[in-house]
């Protein structure tokens, strides 16, 4: 039983980090016009809402991007992370896997760019989709060593 929750967890994580790279991808496919028009109302509903709670800050819709950037890569660094340990059970071979592998989604990402009317591939969104991935990474590592502990502390209690 428990190797089949392993295999149904592995599939459904793999769906997932599929799932999210895909989106990824498809919003860099999009023009800079389509870009735009995700972000500015969002930069907008932010904005509004720093006002309706008195903090005298005003966003721009550029560092709203950056921190979206930022935000779903951790996601996806995260979702990496779960997955590749999944398979590999061993956290050393995990981050060895996992973070080339979404620094290379960071690359592929930019470059994708390249082909979107009014969009480019910078350099600088690679180290902030980077430095998402890593976050994710980092996170889910201490997460799995926690539990690793924790699980060889009740062992050792039971034993």
């Not at 990496?80 to 896997?97: A, E, I, N, W």
């Not at 994710?136 to 039971?158: D, P």
Request: proline share 2%; with cysteine.
């Amino acid at each position: 039983m428990k190797k089949r929750k392993w295999s149904v967890a592995r599939i459904i994580l793999t769906v997932l980090t599929v799932a999210a790279v895909a989106a990824i991808f498809y919003n860099s496919s999009l023009s800079a016009v389509e870009s735009t028009g995700q972000s500015s109302p969002l930069t907008e509903m932010i904005n509004r809402f720093l006002a309706s709670v008195r903090i005298p800050l005003t966003l721009t819709e550029g560092l709203i991007r950056k921190f979206a950037h930022f935000t779903e890569y951790a996601v996806l660094g995260a979702l990496l992370t779960t997955t590749v340990h999944l398979y590999t059970q061993k956290r050393g071979k995990t981050l060895l896997c996992a973070l080339p592998t979404g620094a290379l989604i960071a690359v592929i990402d930019e470059l994708i760019q390249l082909f979107s009317a009014g969009r480019s591939c910078e350099v600088r969104d690679m180290v902030i989709d980077f430095s998402g991935i890593v976050f994710g990474a980092l996170i889910v590592t201490l997460i799995i060593s926690f539990l690793e502990k924790r699980s060889q502390n009740k062992q050792l209690k039971e034993g």
